[in-house]
């Protein structure tokens, strides 16, 4: 089992933290208030999560460089700007991601992309959908991807509903998936899904 940091203390990273836990792993949640406790979060943790909102990430995660170095790095959240009814609106990187954007700031950090392309309560329990979901993965280290599709495990995926894209260039594909979300809210409401594979 590991010792795993989750940035961010919402509805994500609270679902998060009690389901590894529950897998037995040690979970250390860190929020933005007070700082120094994002700070503890990643210095102790083997593995970080980090389940804050996508369009502030890059400057919060890149004053952790010291404290995320050697680590691996599992990002969750999808950066954009809010629409004018506060759903997600335009990319903050088009032709790029903010998966590989944290790489490039973070390059002593093995950085994963995983479980940005569903609504948060299907992360900790994909076995709630009538069709069998997709966790799509991205990053430079095969290594990092294998623990984290380890940990994807614990939380309920079984391996056959995950899909190891490539490098951390293919984020940009996952990330630019939120762009159908707004509409499938306007018209559903909050009902959980998946942009899933099907085979």
């Given at each position: 089992?590991?010792?795993?940091?989750?940035?961010?203390?919402?509805?994500?990273?609270?679902?998060?933290?009690?389901?590894?836990?529950?897998?037995?792993?040690?979970?250390?949640?860190?929020?933005?208030?007070?700082?120094?406790?994002?700070?503890?979060?990643?210095?102790?943790?083997?593995?970080?999560?980090?389940?804050?909102?996508?369009?502030?990430?890059?400057?919060?995660?890149?004053?952790?460089?010291?404290?995320?170095?050697?680590?691996?790095?599992?990002?969750?959240?999808?950066?954009?700007?809010?629409?004018?009814?506060?759903?997600?609106?335009?990319?903050?990187?088009?032709?790029?991601?903010?998966?590989?954007?944290?790489?490039?700031?973070?390059?002593?950090?093995?950085?994963?992309?995983?479980?940005?392309?569903?609504?948060?309560?299907?992360?900790?329990?994909?076995?709630?959908?009538?069709?069998?979901?997709?966790?799509?993965?991205?990053?430079?280290?095969?290594?990092?991807?294998?623990?984290?599709?380890?940990?994807?495990?614990?939380?309920?995926?079984?391996?056959?509903?995950?899909?190891?894209?490539?490098?951390?260039?293919?984020?940009?594909?996952?990330?630019?998936m939120i762009l159908v979300v707004p509409h499938?809210?306007?018209?559903?409401?909050?009902?959980?899904?998946?942009?899933?594979?099907?085979?």
């Open positions: 089992m590991s010792t795993i940091g989750i940035l961010g203390a919402g509805r994500v990273g609270t679902a998060l933290a009690d389901k590894l836990a529950a897998a037995g792993h040690h979970v250390v949640v860190g929020s933005r208030s007070p700082e120094d406790g994002v700070r503890i979060a990643a210095r102790t943790a083997e593995i970080v999560i980090n389940a804050t909102p996508g369009d502030s990430a890059l400057q919060r995660l890149t004053g952790l460089r010291d404290e995320l170095d050697g680590k691996i790095l599992v990002d969750l959240s999808n950066a954009t700007r809010h629409g004018a009814d506060g759903l997600p609106g335009e990319l903050c990187y088009p032709g790029s991601s903010l998966a590989e954007q944290l790489q490039a700031a973070l390059p002593g950090t093995r950085v994963v992309k995983t479980l940005n392309t569903m609504l948060f309560p299907v992360m900790t329990a994909p076995e709630i959908l009538a069709t069998p979901p997709t966790a799509y993965l991205s990053g430079d280290d095969d290594q990092a991807k294998k623990t984290v599709a380890g940990l994807l495990g614990d939380l309920g995926w079984r391996p056959e509903w995950l899909e190891d894209l490539g490098d951390i260039t293919t984020a940009r594909a996952t990330e630019a499938l809210l306007r018209r559903h409401g909050f009902q959980p899904f998946a942009v899933s594979l099907a085979r």
